[in-house]
C-alpha cells in the first residue's frame, strides 16, 4: 500500500519549465514503478511517462519525448517529473501513480494507487 501527493503544478508560458513533485507513503517505495498521467477535459487520460524500482529505467510517450524527465529520489520516497518546452498542449491534471513491482522493468500499465492530481496549465 502506497499513498501518493502531487504538487508543484501551477501556471506557466508556452516555452517554459515547471517540476511537478510527488511525495510517497511506506517503507516500501523502491519496490514500485512510479508514473505519471495527465487528463486534459473531456479528454481520456493519458500515459505521459514511467521510471523504474531503482531510477535506472524510463519510458515516455511520445508527445512528451525530449522534453520530459522522471526521476526518482528513494532515499526522500518522491518522483518527479521535469517538463521542459511546455506547450499549450501539455494542459491537463498531471497524476502520480504506483505499480508494485517485482523486477526492474518498466511499464505503462497495471497502476494501482493514484494521487489526487495538481493541475498543469501552459498558456500561449
Known amino acids: 500500500q502506497v499513498q501518493l501527493v502531487e504538487s508543484g503544478g501551477g501556471l506557466v508560458q508556452a516555452g517554459g519549465s515547471l517540476r511537478l513533485s510527488c511525495a510517497a507513503s511506506?517503507?516500501?517505495?523502491?519496490?514500485?514503478?512510479m508514473g505519471w498521467f495527465r487528463q486534459a477535459p473531456g479528454k481520456e487520460r493519458e500515459f505521459v511517462g514511467a521510471i523504474s524500482r531503482s531510477g535506472g529505467s524510463t519510458t515516455y510517450a511520445d508527445s512528451v519525448k525530449g522534453r520530459f524527465t522522471i526521476s526518482r529520489d528513494n532515499a526522500k520516497n518522491t518522483v518527479y517529473l521535469q517538463m521542459n518546452s511546455l506547450k499549450p498542449e501539455d494542459t491537463a491534471v498531471y497524476y502520480c501513480?504506483?505499480?508494485?513491482?517485482?523486477?526492474?522493468?518498466?511499464?505503462?500499465?497495471?497502476?494501482?494507487?493514484w494521487g489526487q492530481g495538481t493541475q498543469v496549465t501552459v498558456s500561449s
Open positions: 511506506g517503507r516500501t517505495f523502491s519496490s514500485y514503478n
Open positions: 501513480s504506483a505499480r508494485r513491482s517485482f523486477t526492474e522493468l518498466v511499464t505503462s500499465g497495471g497502476y494501482d494507487y
